[in-house]
């Protein structure tokens, strides 16, 4: 660090993200799968969006989003006056940290938790709490042991990355409810369309002052190079985060595709089912060569080996055969590679190298 030019207290607890490669030198088959994106990339609707994007480059973007924020309203049964839209979801995880959690304040999620929230909560000042979880899954009585006078914010992934588990909406309800009064819930939902019967906590957001969902285009939308998320909240946290939201935090180009790519039936029914067809099929053949996995309710398994060591040797198995997953010691599950669902061919492939991989294991 600098001798004398010092970053605010906390900047330097934050490890540099590693972001994922999709390249491995010398190969032309390489498959990315360790980033949960949509194999099938964005629909045509948003590629024609694509397309036709560029004619008003010399114009700044509209500043209040009025078009996305109402495709998004129709499209999801919800208030369009109280979504907020950010560059990703991580954007708005990042006004709400900035927002709401500052020096002395406590930013609380489940162990196994999306890294985000820390790197956030130690960008705005405030000081990340880590409760334990319960068989991979977020644990609504740690949650609540946890939380005290300091915490300001609570963040729950429901499905949660990188474990795929979810828990009930019973369960976020009891939370929400026994929260101290100062705590704001975030539900973070980039996974929920994955889940079956699940609106991602909207209902519950309409019913409470104390609960936000955040919600992307980056996973089923097929569109994480894109760059577009969005919060749905109590009015009152939709007008404090958009005062330090930047007026054109947006392009148009973002805009107009992710509003495109929402009215893509046959896109959006084509990834769901691919995706809930792959993922339990990949599911089934990886319980039976003996590497276990949890129920998953998103578009990633998480694949769980004897220990670290084996985690590593399995994954460098894939690696030398093109195919990139992500070991998920970070998050502090070394045992455990998370494995993007991809189409069928490259399901095929993970499912043969790791079915290899386990036998020379014998
Ligand atoms: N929340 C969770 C749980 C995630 O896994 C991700 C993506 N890795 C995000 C939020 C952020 O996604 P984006 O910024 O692309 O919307």
């Given at each position: 660090?600098?001798?004398?030019?010092?970053?605010?207290p906390g900047?330097?607890?934050?490890?540099?993200?590693?972001?994922?490669?999709?390249?491995?030198a010398?190969?032309?088959?390489?498959?990315?799968?360790?980033?949960?994106e949509?194999?099938?990339?964005?629909?045509?609707?948003?590629?024609?969006?694509?397309?036709?994007?560029?004619?008003d480059?010399h114009?700044?973007?509209?500043?209040?989003?009025a078009?996305?924020r109402?495709?998004?309203?129709?499209?999801?049964?919800?208030d369009?006056?109280?979504?907020?839209?950010?560059?990703?979801?991580?954007?708005?995880?990042?006004?709400?940290c900035?927002?709401?959690?500052?020096?002395?304040?406590?930013?609380?999620?489940?162990?196994?938790?999306?890294?985000?929230?820390r790197?956030?909560a130690?960008?705005?000042?405030?000081?990340?709490?880590?409760?334990p979880?319960?068989?991979?899954?977020?644990?609504?009585?740690?949650?609540?042991?946890?939380?005290?006078?300091r915490?300001?914010?609570?963040?729950?992934?429901?499905?949660?990355?990188?474990?795929?588990?979810?828990?009930?909406?019973?369960?976020i309800?009891?939370?929400?409810?026994?929260?101290?009064?100062?705590?704001?819930?975030?539900?973070?939902?980039?996974?929920?369309e994955?889940?079956?019967?699940?609106?991602?906590?909207?209902?519950?957001?309409?019913?409470?002052d104390?609960?936000?969902?955040?919600?992307?285009?980056?996973?089923?939308?097929?569109?994480?190079?894109?760059?577009?998320?969005?919060?749905?909240?109590?009015?009152?946290?939709?007008?404090?985060?958009?005062?330090?939201?930047?007026?054109?935090n947006?392009?148009?180009?973002?805009?107009?595709?992710?509003?495109?790519?929402?009215?893509d039936?046959?896109?959006?029914?084509r990834?769901?089912?691919?995706?809930?067809?792959?993922?339990?099929?990949?599911?089934?053949?990886?319980?039976?060569?003996?590497?276990?996995?949890?129920?998953?309710?998103?578009?990633?398994?998480?694949?769980?080996f004897?220990?670290?060591?084996?985690?590593?040797?399995?994954?460098?198995?894939?690696l030398?055969?093109?195919?990139?997953v992500?070991?998920?010691?970070?998050?502090?599950?070394?045992e455990?590679?998370?494995?993007?669902?991809?189409?069928?061919?490259?399901?095929?492939?993970?499912?043969?190298?790791?079915?290899?991989?386990?036998?020379?294991?014998?």
């Amino acid at each position: 660090m600098h001798a004398h030019i010092r970053p605010q207290p906390g900047i330097m607890d934050i490890a540099l993200y590693q972001g994922g490669t999709s390249k491995i030198a010398g190969r032309d088959d390489v498959v990315k799968l360790s980033s949960n994106e949509n194999p099938f990339g964005p629909g045509d609707l948003a590629r024609l969006a694509y397309a036709r994007a560029g004619h008003d480059l010399h114009r700044y973007p509209p500043t209040d989003h009025a078009g996305l924020r109402a495709a998004l309203g129709a499209h999801f049964g919800i208030d369009a006056s109280r979504i907020i839209c950010g560059a990703g979801s991580d954007e708005i995880i990042s006004f709400l940290c900035q927002a709401y959690a500052g020096p002395g304040d406590e930013v609380l999620y489940s162990q196994h938790g999306f890294l985000m929230y820390r790197i956030s909560a130690l960008a705005a000042g405030a000081t990340p709490v880590v409760a334990p979880e319960r068989d991979r899954t977020a644990d609504v009585d740690a949650l609540l042991a946890a939380a005290n006078k300091r915490t300001k914010l609570v963040f729950i992934a429901n499905p949660n990355n990188p474990t795929g588990t979810m828990i009930p909406l019973e369960e976020i309800t009891r939370l929400a409810e026994g929260l101290p009064k100062q705590a704001l819930l975030v539900l973070d939902g980039a996974y929920a369309e994955y889940a079956e019967n699940y609106d991602g906590g909207a209902a519950l957001v309409d019913q409470r002052d104390n609960v936000v969902m955040t919600r992307t285009f980056s996973k089923l939308f097929g569109l994480g190079g894109l760059r577009v998320g969005w919060g749905y909240g109590p009015q009152h946290v939709i007008d404090v985060l958009n005062r330090l939201r930047g007026p054109f935090n947006l392009s148009n180009m973002q805009l107009d595709i992710a509003e495109a790519a929402l009215g893509d039936t046959a896109h959006i029914a084509r990834s769901l089912s691919e995706n809930a067809r792959l993922r339990d099929w990949l599911a089934e053949k990886l319980n039976a060569i003996g590497v276990v996995t949890d129920r998953s309710f998103a578009n990633f398994v998480l694949a769980r080996f004897r220990d670290a060591a084996q985690a590593e040797a399995c994954n460098a198995a894939l690696l030398s055969e093109g195919l990139i997953v992500r070991q998920v010691g970070s998050y502090g599950l070394p045992e455990g590679l998370r494995i993007t669902i991809g189409d069928e061919s490259a399901c095929r492939r993970v499912a043969h190298v790791i079915g290899a991989f386990m036998e020379s294991q014998q």
